[in-house]
């Protein structure tokens, strides 16, 4: 049988007595609200054994936290279930977990014309998907995550549900697209009439009038880009969204946003739980980076990489049509490359391809502006691709540094488009070459297009897989993990970021296909081996059980969004 693990929270006090700890496990604290007067066994949704691991059974709690990224007050909410030959579900919360008796409904879904033909429609309960789907003979059965879709039955009563949508964080394509089929999908499929748009993201939900979204009145919002509800970034105040959610009887809150947002979505949830509210909360990851851990690929992405092909393309023009001309196109990609990747990948056009993960120089032999002299000499022009965080040290280094942050807190970047233009044109100078180099900046139009079809379709099942997880009275990010639908937990996606692994195959094709240097040396391949050891490694627990973590070491051997 499985065994069931919730980890203990954290407490510098080693005497703490037993009431307390429970009460604390549970979430509780001493605010204004009441916790509910007996804390409710936890039912759990999988059959699973549950064990509590106390302060006695598991003593080096501290080691734990300092082995891995999860803070032992994140501990709490961790939900860890143990099968045979290794097999391990890193588990979402669920309702039953500190809110007791909750009646539970029949699916509508089964009455459904639509639905109800579909053989096998509801997914079943013990269904998970595996983190690691390359496996060897004797390999652990390794880390799963419970499989989204369907329920038979439901957490929410027909009439019950009122729910919101929240969008933060920078735009992409295809957030219109989620909340269209939020919106459509919680009243087609569940027949809820009482939806609500937060606008302006998470501070419009203390300081906005929440807009009363229908299917009519977002019937064709999908054809545009951007979000009809509004972003920010900066204004997450938790006590106070909470306090907001819980005066205005918000059951299910659906937050569309990237790794910043789905950190502000998980504080909410350990709000919510706190208070013992009857609340699901459903992310939905967005960033047109496609930077967020455990999911294959965030939606938008393509559509964005897509667009990106326009801009090489006028580059490559105006490239070709110059004597020794240059095109040099900025996309977007803060800490993660992947656009300027993909883009170069599918172009074909692009001799260089810059990004924060592959560190490069610009002088001496091996150096790019060598290179860029190589190639012109060679070809009579060239195009070079570069996400906006590449070369941010070698900036840093020539301009005194600045080190502003926007209002969630991100670093601002300097302009390495405008700052390589300047050195390219002054080396050129100085060896008396004629050349000409364009810089073209698509940085906001490729995110502020809406969706293609591929996304759109995406768009559809991941707001899908929202709703019957919310219905179903999970709290989750939603995601798509080997093409599969799952429910991952909040501390999942936002414990790291993913990065493109200069030493995978990815990049390796990428630097055969614009037969550029790869700037790096041996030490920077062992670091950047090093790097991807550590990002990859999950921030769990390490001594949690043998068999768990290293199961855990084990999925973090292969990422599922790094390599194909
Ligand atoms: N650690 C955090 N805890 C709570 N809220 C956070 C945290 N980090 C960011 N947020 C909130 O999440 C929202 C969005 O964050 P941010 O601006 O970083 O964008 P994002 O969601 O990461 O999207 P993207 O980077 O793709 O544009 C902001 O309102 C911010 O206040
Ligand atoms: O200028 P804004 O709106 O803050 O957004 C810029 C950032 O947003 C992102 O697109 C992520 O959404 C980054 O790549 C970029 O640096
Ligand atoms: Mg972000």
Same mark, same amino acid.
């Given at each position: 049988?499985?065994?069931?693990?919730?980890?203990?929270?954290?407490?510098?006090?080693?005497?703490?007595?037993?009431?307390?700890?429970?009460?604390?496990?549970?979430?509780?604290?001493?605010?204004?609200?009441?916790?509910?007067?007996?804390?409710?066994?936890?039912?759990?949704?999988?059959?699973?054994?549950?064990?509590?691991?106390?302060?006695?059974?598991?003593?080096?709690?501290?080691?734990?936290?300092?082995?891995?990224?999860?803070?032992?007050?994140?501990?709490?909410?961790?939900?860890?279930?143990?099968?045979?030959?290794?097999?391990?579900?890193?588990?979402?919360?669920?309702?039953?977990?500190?809110?007791?008796?909750?009646?539970?409904?029949?699916?509508?879904?089964?009455?459904?014309?639509?639905?109800?033909?579909?053989?096998?429609?509801?997914?079943?309960?013990?269904?998970?998907?595996?983190?690691?789907?390359?496996?060897?003979?004797?390999?652990?059965?390794?880390?799963?995550?419970?499989?989204?879709?369907?329920?038979?039955?439901?957490?929410?009563?027909?009439?019950?549900?009122?729910?919101?949508?929240?969008?933060?964080?920078?735009?992409?394509?295809?957030?219109?697209?989620?909340?269209?089929?939020?919106?459509?999908?919680?009243?087609?499929?569940?027949?809820?009439?009482?939806?609500?748009?937060?606008?302006?993201?998470?501070?419009?939900?203390?300081?906005?009038?929440?807009?009363?979204?229908?299917?009519?009145?977002?019937?064709?919002?999908?054809?545009?880009?951007?979000?009809?509800?509004?972003?920010?970034?900066?204004?997450?105040?938790?006590?106070?969204?909470?306090?907001?959610?819980?005066?205005?009887?918000?059951?299910?809150?659906?937050?569309?946003?990237?790794?910043?947002?789905?950190?502000?979505?998980?504080?909410?949830?350990?709000?919510?739980?706190?208070?013992?509210?009857?609340?699901?909360?459903?992310?939905?990851?967005?960033?047109?980076?496609?930077?967020?851990?455990?999911?294959?690929?965030?939606?938008?992405?393509?559509?964005?990489?897509?667009?990106?092909?326009?801009?090489?393309?006028?580059?490559?023009?105006?490239?070709?049509?110059?004597?020794?001309?240059?095109?040099?196109?900025?996309?977007?990609?803060?800490?993660?490359?992947? !656009?300027?990747?993909?883009?170069?990948? =599918? &172009?074909?056009? /692009?001799? +260089?391809? *810059?990004?924060?993960? #592959?560190?490069?120089?610009?002088?001496?032999?091996?150096?790019?502006?060598?290179?860029?002299?190589?190639?012109?000499?060679?070809?009579?022009?060239?195009?070079?691709?570069?996400?906006?965080?590449?070369?941010?040290?070698?900036?840093?280094?020539?301009?005194?540094?600045?080190?502003?942050?926007?209002?969630?807190?991100?670093?601002?970047?300097?302009?390495?488009?405008?700052?390589?233009?300047?050195?390219?044109?002054?080396?050129?100078?100085?060896?008396?070459?004629?050349?000409?180099?364009?810089?073209?900046?698509?940085?906001?139009? !490729?995110?502020?297009?809406?969706?293609? =079809? &591929?996304?759109? /379709?995406? +768009?559809? *099942?991941?707001?899908? #897989?929202?709703?019957?997880?919310?219905?179903?009275?999970?709290?989750?990010?939603?995601?798509?993990?080997?093409?599969?639908?799952?429910?991952?937990?909040?501390?999942?996606?936002?414990?790291?970021?993913?990065?493109?692994?200069?030493?995978?195959?990815?990049?390796?094709?990428?630097?055969?296909?614009?037969?550029?240097?790869?700037?790096?040396?041996?030490?920077?391949?062992?670091?950047?081996?090093?790097?991807?050891?550590?990002?990859?490694?999950?921030?769990?627990?390490?001594?949690?059980?043998?068999?768990?973590?290293?199961?855990?070491?084990?999925?973090?051997?292969?990422?599922?969004?790094?390599?194909?």
């Amino acid at each position: 049988m499985a065994s069931h693990i919730i980890l203990p929270p954290e407490d510098a006090d080693e005497n703490h007595h037993q009431e307390e700890e429970e009460r604390e496990e549970l979430g509780h604290d001493d605010g204004e609200r009441a916790p509910p007067e007996h804390p409710p066994k936890a039912a759990l949704p999988f059959s699973a054994t549950c064990v509590r691991i106390s302060r006695d059974s598991y003593p080096n709690l501290r080691a734990l936290r300092n082995a891995s990224s999860v803070s032992l007050a994140d501990a709490a909410y961790v939900k860890i279930s143990e099968g045979d030959f290794g097999y391990v579900l890193d588990d979402v919360p669920h309702l039953t977990d500190y809110v007791p008796d909750i009646p539970t409904y029949p699916n509508p879904l089964q009455d459904h014309p639509a639905y109800s033909t579909v053989k096998q429609y509801f997914v079943n309960e013990d269904d998970t998907v595996p983190q690691k789907v390359v496996v060897q003979k004797n390999s652990r059965r390794g880390v799963h995550f419970r499989r989204a879709g369907p329920r038979q039955r439901i957490y929410f009563g027909p009439d019950e549900v009122k729910a919101c949508i929240v969008t933060c964080g920078g735009l992409c394509p295809g957030l219109n697209t989620v909340i269209r089929e939020l919106v459509c999908g919680l009243s087609h499929m569940y027949n809820v009439n009482s939806i609500f748009g937060i606008q302006n993201g998470y501070k419009g939900f203390y300081s906005s009038n929440y807009l009363p979204l229908t299917p009519k009145s977002v019937n064709d919002i999908h054809k545009r880009g951007g979000t009809v509800l509004g972003t920010s970034r900066g204004g997450h105040d938790t006590k106070k969204i909470v306090d907001n959610i819980q005066d205005r009887g918000i059951n299910q809150v659906y937050i569309i946003g990237g790794d910043g947002t789905q950190k502000g979505a998980y504080e909410i949830f350990k709000e919510i739980r706190k208070r013992g509210l009857k609340v699901s909360v459903a992310g939905v990851p967005k960033t047109i980076d496609n930077d967020i851990a455990i999911i294959d690929k965030s939606f938008g992405f393509d559509t964005a990489v897509e667009e990106a092909q326009r801009a090489i393309d006028s580059a490559h023009v105006e490239a070709c049509s110059a004597e020794n001309g240059i095109g040099l196109v900025k996309l977007m990609g803060r800490y993660s490359g992947f !656009i300027a990747m993909y883009a170069t990948l =599918a &172009s074909r056009d /692009v001799d +260089c391809c *810059l990004i924060p993960e #592959s560190p490069f120089y610009m002088d001496g032999e091996g150096g790019l502006l060598q290179y860029i002299e190589r190639r012109l000499k060679e070809n009579k022009h060239m195009v070079i691709v570069v996400a906006e965080g590449a070369g941010q040290d070698l900036i840093a280094k020539s301009i005194a540094k600045s080190d502003q942050q926007d209002a969630s807190g991100n670093k601002l970047l300097l302009d390495i488009g405008l700052w390589l233009t300047h050195k390219i044109k002054e080396y050129f100078k100085s060896k008396k070459m004629e050349m000409t180099i364009k810089y073209i900046d698509p940085t906001y139009m !490729i995110r502020a297009i809406p969706s293609n =079809a &591929s996304d759109n /379709v995406y +768009c559809t *099942l991941l707001a899908h #897989s929202a709703i019957h997880g919310a219905m179903a009275g999970y709290s989750f990010t939603v995601g798509m993990v080997n093409g599969r639908h799952t429910f991952i937990p909040f501390y999942r996606v936002t414990s790291t970021r993913n990065k493109v692994k200069v030493t995978d195959r990815m990049w390796a094709r990428l630097l055969s296909s614009t037969n550029q240097p790869s700037f790096l040396s041996q030490k920077d391949i062992d670091e950047a081996s090093e790097a991807d050891r550590h990002a990859n490694r999950p921030p769990l627990p390490m001594g949690a059980s043998h068999r768990v973590a290293s199961s855990f070491e084990q999925s973090a051997s292969t990422s599922s969004n790094g390599e194909s």
